[in-house]
């Protein structure tokens, strides 16, 4: 995994652990870069980005980008579903 933007991973209310910006982060911008296949098995590729229906992140080739600018302290979110059609959550 490749962090191009300074996040930090800590108490999330979504759900257990989440990474969170520690810097504005601009549209468009590359948060991170995971190299590989993301499984929907956990958190198997440790990115520690939770799930949200709104997310903030969208997912593109291995790298997470910032669909509109996240403020310093937003907690950074996808949209499981961009990638796993046969997964159910709940938020």
Known sequence: MQIYLLTEI????????????V??????SVVLYIE????NKGNEHKSYINHSTNGNLTY?????IAK????????????????FSNVQLSQ
Do not use: C, M, P, Q
């Open 60 to 64: 593109v080739d291995g790298d997470f």
């Open 68 to 83: 509109e600018n996240i403020s310093a302290g937003n907690e950074l979110t996808w949209n499981y579903t961009e990638v």
């Open 23 to 28: 810097e504005d982060i601009s549209k468009g």
């Open 10 to 21: 800590k108490e999330s209310t979504i759900h257990g652990l989440g990474r969170f910006a």
């Open 36 to 39: 590989g296949t993301l499984s």
